[in-house]
């Protein structure tokens, strides 16, 4: 999916250093919110992988609902970088 790939890759390669925490927590809260689809499981380090998953896991409403709450929280955070 673009979009999923496209946030990874701005958080991997440094684009968001304006966030206010450092890296390490700000992949762990993209990874952590990722997970909580059914049938994603991105290993701790693994995020600089751009890992992916199945977008048949989005034709569940609970995961496409998920996965839109996630992508608020970070265009929000994307937002807020000042």
Not at 52 to 59: A, D, I, P, T, Y
Not at 73 to 78: A, I, M, S, T, V
């Amino acid at each position: 999916m673009q979009v999923k790939e496209t946030v990874v890759a701005d958080l991997m390669q440094g684009r968001a250093q304006q966030f206010q925490v450092p890296l390490y927590q700000r992949t762990y809260e993209l990874r952590r919110r990722l997970n909580e689809l059914d049938g994603v499981a991105i290993a701790e380090g693994k995020l600089a992988l751009r890992p992916g998953f199945r977008l048949s896991l989005l034709e569940s409403e609970e995961n496409r609902e998920r996965l839109f709450e996630t992508l608020g929280w970070f265009q929000d955070r994307w937002n807020a970088r000042g």
